[in-house]
T-cell receptor, first 112, second 116 residues
Framework: QKEVEQNSGPLSVPEGAIASLNCTYS??????FFWYRQYSGKSPELIMF????GDKEDGRFTAQLNKASQYVSLLIRDSQPSDSATYLC????????????FGPGTRLSVLP | DTEVTQTPKHLVMGMTNKKSLKCEQH?????MYWYKQKAKKPPELMFV???????INESVPSRFSPECPNSSLLNLHLHALQPEDSALYLC???????????????FGQGTRLTVV
């Protein structure tokens, strides 16, 4: 089992719709979870981080964490064509340290 | 300011060359990272420095040699690389804390390395 898993996509949604991106992780000790956006040929850009169970909202983005299910998701409301990118879920291994592990990424395509 | 600066942006080197990649941040972060990213793959962790000391080496071949001369700088020395080492090399930094919180990592723009 991979440490961090995501559907590779592509996930296609129409402009204005809600895009839902999912991520599961295997290390029950993980405490910190991150979503990065990466445009083709560019470096990852941090969008959200979440540490506690429940929802965390920032503008059009909502991160959801369920530690019991080892599941973290990212919702993008009112999706725009500029949101088209690869979304990387990242987890810090264990409950202490700097060891970021990335999932394979989900490619999102927002259709005008 | 969440800027991590990497130089050069592009590098082409032969298999017998020696070159260095440089990374700089002035955010006071005490953890710095090197990642390697191949096309259509996620970043793979290579090295982590914590308070200028190497804390994680993900079994990287010795032809890659990291160095952290001070809290703001991180280098990656390259020697005798292979064509399969061609990739995007990303530097990142984060605060270093005893808890796992407040540890989000910020990435530089990367160095696109081609080994010929």
């Amino acid at each position: 089992q991979k440490e961090v898993e995501q559907n590779s996509g592509p996930l296609s949604v129409p402009e204005g719709a809600i895009a839902s991106l999912n991520c599961t992780y295997s290390d029950r000790g993980s405490q910190s979870f991150f979503w990065y956006r990466q445009y083709s040929g560019k470096s990852p850009e941090l969008i959200m981080f979440i540490y506690s169970n429940g929802d965390k909202e920032d503008g059009r983005f909502t991160a959801q964490l369920n530690k019991a299910s080892q599941y973290v998701s990212l919702l993008i409301r009112d999706s725009q064509p500029s949101d088209s990118a690869t979304y990387l879920c990242a987890v810090i291994r264990g409950n202490y340290g700097q060891n970021f592990v990335f999932g394979p990424g989900t490619r999102l395509s927002v259709l005008p | 300011d969440t800027e991590v600066t990497q130089t050069p942006k592009h590098l082409v080197m032969g298999m017998t060359n020696k070159k260095s990649l440089k990374c700089e941040q002035h955010m006071g972060h005490r953890a710095m990272y090197w990642y390697k990213q191949k096309a259509k793959k996620p970043p793979e962790l290579m090295f982590v420095y914590s308070y200028e000391k190497l804390s994680i080496n993900e079994s990287v071949p010795s032809r890659f040699s990291p160095e952290c001369p001070n809290s703001s700088l991180l280098n990656l020395h390259l020697h005798a690389l292979q064509p399969e080492d061609s990739a995007l090399y990303l530097c990142a930094s984060s605060r270093r804390s005893r808890s796992s919180k407040d540890t989000e990592a910020f990435f530089g723009q990367g160095t696109r390395l081609t080994v010929v």
